[in-house]
Nanobody, 122 residues
Framework: QVQLVESGGDSVQAGGSLRLSCAAS??????MAWFRQAPGKEREGVAI??????KTFYADSVKDRFAISQDKRTIYLQTNSLKPEDTAMYYC???????????????????WGQGTQVTVSG
């Protein structure tokens, strides 16, 4: 059973940066992702990385500001130029198979972490 543990969430001013981490044990699945959920909103896909091809995918709302990367069994999400609307609980997720049409949907992922809170003020 794969377990995911997120860390790195914090409260920052608008324009600031954070690096979120997701430690996977005992191994990564083929696709690792970051999702986020703000109060009263649905969980939305932010970024996905294929641990095989290293290809990345991003939601339009974060493209050019966020970057997903992998180092051994840890997945990172570098978040730059943060905006108040980026405030949410950020979750790490994993799946072995994704379809292009539904890859940004929470239901496509099998394993989830407990989340780490990002709060952007200003």
């Amino acid at each position: 059973q794969v377990q995911l543990v997120e860390s790195g969430g914090d409260s920052v001013q608008a324009g600031g940066s954070l690096r979120l981490s997701c430690a996977a044990s005992p191994y990564l699945l083929n696709y690792m992702a970051w999702f986020r959920q703000a109060p009263g909103k649905e969980r939305e896909g932010v970024a996905i990385i294929s641990t095989v091809s290293k290809k990345t995918f991003y939601a339009d709302s974060v493209k050019d500001r966020f970057a997903i990367s992998q180092d051994k069994r840890t997945i990172y999400l570098q978040t730059n130029s943060l905006k108040p609307e980026d405030t949410a609980m950020y979750y790490c997720a994993a799946a072995n198979y994704l379809e292009k049409r539904t890859m940004m949907e929470a239901g496509s992922f099998d394993v989830w972490g407990q989340g780490t809170q990002v709060t952007v003020s200003g």
